[in-house]
C-alpha cells in the first residue's frame, strides 16, 4: 500500500492488538461491541435491508458485515487496510458458517476503488477518523452505494479536537506512526449530499456520530 496512513494502521491493528479484540468479542458478543456500532446496525436494519448486498470498508472483525448477513443481508465484500483484521474477519466468518457469503480484501479503499463493485448498503464504522483523505474516502465510498450508506465518526466540538490532539501526541511519544482525525461534519455531510444522498438517521454519543444516509 503506497499509503503512510494505511502502513501505520497495519503497525497499529497487528495480530496481538486482533486477536486480543476477537477474543473478547467471541466471549461476550454484541456486549462487548461499541454502543455506537450496534446503533449503527440497527439504524440500518430499521431502513430494511433483506436480500441487500453490503460493501463494509475497515470491517475490523466483522461485526457489522457478520450481523447484517444475519439480518438478512445477502453477501458483504470487506476491505480493511490491516491484514490481520482481514485474517480475523475470516476465522470468525468460517466459525459462523458465512464465509461462503463474505469477500475480502486487503488494502486501502482509495486505491481499490477502481476494481471494487457497488453494493446497496456501504458503511464506514470509525474509518474516517483513521484516515487522512477524507475527501476521497467519502467521495469513492459513497458512489458505491445504491440505496444505504452508513458512517461512525466524530463530532467535530473543540474538546474532541483536543482529545484528538493528545492522542496524537501520545502517539508520537510512543514512536507511533499511527494518527487520528476530526475531519469537519458540513465537509462530510456535504460530500455524501454531492453524491445524490438524503440523511435519513442521526444520532450521537458524547465523542461520536453515527449517520445513514439513502439515495
Known amino acids: 500500500m503506497n499509503c503512510c496512513q494505511c502502513e501505520a494502521i497495519e503497525r497499529e491493528f497487528n495480530r496481538k492488538a486482533v486477536a486480543k479484540e ?7 458478543g454484541l456486549e462487548w461491541v461499541d454502543k455506537t456500532t450496534r446503533i449503527l446496525i440497527d439504524a440500518l436494519q430499521a431502513q430494511g435491508i433483506k436480500g441487500m448486498t453490503l460493501l463494509d470498508i475497515g470491517g475490523g472483525i466483522g461485526v457489522i458485515q457478520h450481523e447484517l448477513l444475519k439480518a438478512g443481508v ?3 465484500t470487506h476491505i480493511d487496510a ?48 483513521c484516515y487522512h483523505d477524507m475527501q476521497n474516502l467519502i467521495r469513492l465510498s ?7 450508506y452508513g458512517l461512525v465518526y466524530p463530532r467535530d466540538n473543540w474538546w474532541i479536537k483536543i482529545a484528538q490532539s493528545i492522542f496524537n501526541f501520545t502517539n508520537w511519544l ?17 460530500l455524501v449530499r454531492e453524491n445524490g444522498m438524503e ?14 444516509y439513502s439515495r
Not at 83 to 106: C, M, N, P, T
Not at 199 to 212: C, D, E, I, N, Y
Open 22 to 28: 476477537l477474543k473478547e468479542y467471541r466471549k461476550k
Open 174 to 190: 510512543r514512536r507511533s506512526p499511527f494518527r487520528g482525525f476530526v475531519h469537519p461534519t458540513k465537509a462530510v455531510d456535504g
Open 199 to 212: 440523511r435519513r438517521f442521526h444520532s450521537k454519543t458524547a465523542l461520536w456520530q453515527m449517520v445513514v
Open 142 to 148: 459513497s458512489t458505491k452505494a445504491h440505496k444505504l
Open 82 to 129: 490491516s491484514s490481520a483484521y482481514v485474517e480475523a474477519a475470516k476465522e470468525e466468518a468460517e466459525r459462523l458458517g458465512l464465509a461462503d457469503r463474505i469477500s475480502h480484501r486487503h488494502g486501502n479503499f482509495v486505491d481499490l476503488a477502481p476494481s471494487i463493485e457497488t453494493a446497496d448498503i456501504v458503511t464506514l464504522d470509525k474509518v474516517v477518523c
Open 74 to 76: 445477502s453477501r458483504a
